[in-house]
């Protein structure tokens, strides 16, 4: 819709500009100018189905960092419910870490974005399984059977995936490192060279 405008407009500014023209003339030069215009703006306009391909996994990859983000969000709304100290703690630990890893993720290895992140997504999820059936046994201890094992292991499980995220982080940061002792290396030479200067 926009090039048939650019293409009009063109068309009408040249043909009022042409005005003294004779009519032949005025109208192939017009006529050529529109068509010129609406190349370029084709050109300009074009994507190759590999951007198009790009552009909608990159969508998809954020609208999976976007879930993971929301139900971050939950399960820090559900923290705020705990009486254990411990447990809080954990969880607090999670709007941290999380979105941090999912940075990390992105930044080291885009094209993984997608695929990190529903992985991730499936984790919180069942995480913020754990920390609403944590809050409901520290409230209402007597519905279950055995509530300090059910809280114990609602720890454990928040542990551990924590120590999932912190070890995802810290292999992503292997390869950073790598790449920073490289640079160590090229910063500056190990020694300074000594400079032969001639006497006069």
Known sequence: MSSLAAIAVVFIVMMILLDGVAAVPRLAISTGLAIAT?????LVMWRSPAQISDDSYNDDAEDKVRSCRRIVDEISSQG?????????????QIPKVVPDLLDRVKRASPSS???????????LRSLSGVVSTYCDVEEHPSYYKQPDEVLLEGEQATRRFLDFAVDSIRLINQGDLAEYRANLATVAPPEMPVLAIEEK
């Open 38 to 42: 609406a190349v370029g703006v084709s």
């Open 80 to 92: 705020h419910s705990l009486h254990s100290a411990s447990m809080k703690s954990l969880v607090q």
């Open 113 to 123: 974005l997608y695929s990190s992140a529903s992985q991730l997504e499936g984790h």
